[in-house]
């Protein structure tokens, strides 16, 4: 690559984020924020970037979709045979961060993930459109397979299997929900002097700091 990517660069102009302004509770900020993204970021505004740590002590990232929020934490949903949930297994301290270009906002979260409650999981999948619910049974997520040709099949299989059936949630399918021990919320600033409000939880209340950018 040629390029010079020295030059790639944008100034940010957006408003400040002050102490005043992100109050002393982050999960109401969260969903404030998020509704703002959904409404000018249409484009998967609920995509975020999920690290794992596998037993060797390399860090694994990948986007999946922020699926509830509720007053104990972020939940998403996957295979449970999936390299992620191996990972999880091994280790349940992972992070997810937030992206907004359009509006120069990052939200990184930091905690330990366990699984959701079975009838949780089992709500959720029924929600899902057909397609996603045989994709699921479908994917043995993270295996090598032969070919997408193969991959196709077998979705075939299944699509017969189950033809004017509602589709079963897998027993290696549901959700997980991280329950956090920080939350960052980033806000970018002209010159980069960035606004970085962090909140952590200490005896039963969030404890909010700011770092410099």
């Not at 660069?9 to 002393?24: C, I, S, T, V, W």
């Not at 990232?61 to 990972?87: C, H, M, P």
């Not at 930091?110 to 459109?129: C, H, L, M, N």
């Amino acid at each position: 690559m040629n390029r010079d990517l020295h030059s790639i660069r944008r100034d940010y102009q957006f408003e400040d984020l002050l102490e005043d302004k992100a109050g002393n509770n982050p999960l109401a900020l969260f969903d404030t924020w998020l509704a703002k993204a959904i409404e000018a970021c249409p484009d998967d505004p609920t995509a975020m970037t999920l690290s794992t740590v596998d037993n060797e002590g390399w860090p694994h990232s990948r986007v999946v979709l922020l699926k509830q929020r509720s007053e104990s934490g972020f939940s998403f949903f996957t295979n449970y045979d999936s390299e992620k949930a191996q990972q999880l297994a091994q280790n349940n301290k992972a992070s997810m961060t937030f992206f907004w270009p359009a509006l120069s906002r990052q939200i990184r979260i930091e905690g330990t993930i366990e699984k959701v409650a079975r009838d949780v999981s089992e709500t959720y999948f029924a929600s899902r459109p057909r397609g996603s619910q045989l994709a699921a049974r479908t994917s043995q997520q993270s295996a090598v397979i032969a070919s997408r040709d193969a991959l196709q099949k077998a979705f075939d299989v299944e699509e017969q299997a189950f033809k004017d059936q509602e589709v079963p949630c897998p027993e290696n399918w549901g959700g997980y929900i991280l329950k956090p021990t920080f939350i960052e919320f980033w806000q970018g600033r002209p010159s980069r002097l960035h606004d970085r409000i962090c909140f952590t939880p200490i005896d039963g209340s969030w404890v909010r700091t700011r770092k410099a950018p």
